[in-house]
């Protein structure tokens, strides 16, 4: 998965969620799923960080 999908179906759910498409039945998982989500985003951006610094710290 890359981060922009991720963030496109974090947009979708937030959709879902303005909208008040959601059954209560779907909500509980796709909440669940948003978490998850979210959680790779982080792990991603941190990553993406450390690689950016690892590099500027290699000019040194």
């Known amino acids: 998965m ?5 963030m496109g179906e974090l947009q979708d759910i937030v959709d879902a969620l303005q ?3 959601l ?3 779907d909500l509980s998982e ?3 799923r948003a978490a998850e989500l979210i959680n790779f985003c ?3 951006l941190r990553s993406t960080e ?4 690892g590099l500027f ?3 040194d």
């Open 2 to 6: 890359t981060y922009e999908a991720a």
């Open 19 to 21: 909208e008040n498409t």
């Open 23 to 25: 059954g209560i039945d």
């Open 30 to 32: 796709r909440l669940q």
């Open 42 to 44: 982080r792990q991603k």
């Open 50 to 53: 450390e690689e950016i610094q």
């Open 57 to 59: 710290s290699d000019q």
